[in-house]
């Protein structure tokens, strides 16, 4: 149900434009919840990056703040993390859901950044 794309191989300080996309077309589940980008380095656990509520309320990780953007379509039922200024200790899958978790997860699409 979330397929997520567009990440890639890019040297540091390129960007990146992450999609995920709720395939189940239900705008009445989509349109209220409050959207995450997450990410799973290697060995990691799975942590929270940037999250978008109903409402556009943005928040960020320390880590990102200033460098990524979180942003939704809900016509599209779509949520995008727009990554900059992109460093090596952002490399992960990175996925997305709900605040909740509450759908399957997705394939995640992986993001490497070279030094």
């Known amino acids: 149900r979330l397929v997520e794309s567009g990440g890639g191989l890019v040297q540091a300080g390129g960007s990146l434009r992450l999609s995920c996309k709720d395939t189940r077309a239900i705008t009445s589940f989509f349109n209220p919840k409050t959207w995450v980008w997450y990410k799973q380095a290697p060995g990691k656990q799975r942590e929270l990056v940037a999250s978008?509520?109903?409402?556009?309320?943005?928040n960020y990780v320390d880590s990102v703040k200033g460098r990524f953007t979180i942003s939704r379509d809900n016509a599209r039922k779509m949520v995008y993390l727009q990554m900059t200024s992109l460093k090596p200790e952002d490399t992960a899958v990175y996925f997305c859901?709900?605040?909740?978790?509450?759908?399957?997860w997705g394939q995640g699409t992986q993001v490497t950044v070279s030094s």
């Open positions: 859901n709900t605040l909740e978790q509450s759908l399957n």
């Open positions: 978008i509520s109903n409402t556009w309320d943005t």
